[in-house]
């Protein structure tokens, strides 16, 4: 994903073609009615799922679960903020994505799962086996679709801030953190009330109990789950130009089922026998989360990888600096350009260099599509644009990425492109980088 449009978009001539187009939209199909309703299905949502939680725990019980339920939120955001620091999305994407956890999800799974398991309890006349039955197989079902909505939503409709694997891991981690929100005041209010109810205080009381499990010990849980279905869309997203559609489509729902059967085992590990849940916690969960994270981290440093080893190209062909593929291959040296920029130009220049990394970031993934034939019919248009981009910063952030470069790596020896160059590493402060490059490295 990227801060600013991965592949930027210009809005269309009023007498072209598009603008024609535009002037004949039916009303539901223009951005700001979609974007609308969009906001008032989630603010309805979350109306009701406060009303319904309040209402079962109480205002005091309410206050006191938000109180709590709010603490590893921000931890976890930022985990998943770093993740995706390569290529940061859009702060629109998770806002979207935590407020569909949080209300239209939670909804989706209170009004569902109670409805499942009062049918359940009166078709078979046993309520403890209905809960049972509930809590194993109906709640994984639905809550991990309802989560799985909001991937599903950011793929169709958010496709060039979707590209791979750590954009699912990312949306779907997000989304299941607003979930777990949600769910966690609902149970710290519930075991609250019941404190106040038996008069308990302290470590012994259950909403300590309910805090160490689920804030405590468990906070990742329910991103551990869903994070699985946003791998199976990102794989979906890196095979766009597969032509084995069915493949496509196969890859979300098996991660998806996957999801659904780790929620299961979780949710199932209480009936397992008196030390069932540590049992699962210790031997599944953990080492599970071990995984997930090893491999987040290792596509995370493949990104970093795909930007050193595609960019070259555009070195060589005159749109970059010899030192920009290393710097932006780096995030010490992101940093460390930004800061320069900042520092000596004002934040409107960090602004542009923020912007011109990302930009970079684009092209680096764009142009390793495209060696692997899934470029796309477009992608001529979308290099070029992202090309474009680069340039009408390139006065500022180049020297801000040169520093970068001559302060994270000893200089290197370097062959000598066939156009003018200044200094060691590059163009020098502020000067202009020659005249517009007309060669494209796809043309060679």
């Not at 809590?135 to 989560?147: D, L, M, N, R, Y």
């Amino acid at each position: 994903m990227a801060t600013c449009p991965p592949y930027p978009t210009h809005p269309p001539h009023p007498g072209g073609p598009a603008g024609g187009a535009l002037r004949h939209m039916r009303w539901w199909q223009r951005r700001w009615v979609r974007y609308s309703a969009l906001c008032t299905l989630l603010a309805l949502s979350g109306l009701v799922i406060l009303a319904l939680v309040r209402q079962q725990t109480g205002t005091e019980g309410f206050l006191v679960g938000l109180g709590l339920a709010v603490l590893p939120v921000p931890l976890l955001i930022a985990a998943f903020r770093w993740l995706d620091r390569v290529a940061p999305g859009p702060w629109r994407n998770l806002l979207f994505s935590f407020a569909w956890g949080a209300c239209a999800a939670a909804l989706i799974a209170i009004v569902a799962n109670s409805f499942a398991t009062r049918w359940i309890a009166t078709a078979t006349a046993d309520p403890t086996s209905a809960d049972t039955l509930g809590a194993t197989v109906i709640a994984p079902i639905v809550e991990e679709s309802a989560k799985a909505a909001a991937v599903l939503l950011v793929f169709l409709f958010r496709r060039r801030d979707f590209t791979g694997i750590v954009d699912g891991v990312v949306i779907a981690g997000v989304t299941a953190t607003g979930f777990a929100f949600t769910e966690n005041i609902l149970y710290l209010g519930t075991a609250f009330g019941t404190d106040q109810l038996t008069g308990d205080r302290g470590i012994a009381s259950v909403t300590a109990a309910t805090f160490f499990v689920r804030v405590i010990m468990s906070p990742f849980a329910h991103p551990l789950f869903t994070v699985l279905t946003g791998i199976g869309f990102g794989l979906a997203a890196a095979m766009a130009s597969d032509r084995r559609q069915v493949r496509r489509v196969l890859v979300p729902l098996t991660g998806l089922l996957l999801a659904m059967g780790m929620h299961a085992i979780w949710n199932g590990s209480s009936s397992f026998g008196e030390y069932g849940f540590f049992g699962v916690y210790a031997l599944f969960m953990v080492p599970a989360f071990g995984l997930l994270t090893w491999l987040a981290v290792w596509t995370r440093q493949r990104e970093l990888r795909t930007v050193r080893e595609e960019l070259p190209a555009y070195a060589a062909a005159g749109w970059l600096t010899p030192a920009e593929p290393f710097a932006l291959g780096s995030m010490r040296a992101r940093q460390l350009a930004r800061d320069y920029a900042g520092h000596h130009f004002g934040k409107p220049a960090a602004q542009a260099v923020t912007q011109y990394e990302a930009y970079a970031t684009s092209l680096a993934f764009l142009r390793h599509r495209g060696r692997k034939g899934r470029g796309g019919t477009d992608f001529p248009r979308r290099e070029r644009e992202l090309l474009n981009e680069l340039w009408l910063r390139r006065e500022v952030a180049r020297p801000a990425l040169d520093y970068a470069a001559r302060m994270t790596a000893p200089p290197v020896p370097v062959a000598a492109p066939p156009w003018p160059v200044y200094g060691a590493y590059g163009y020098g402060y502020g000067y202009p980088a020659g005249p517009y490059p007309s060669y494209n490295p796809y043309q060679s």
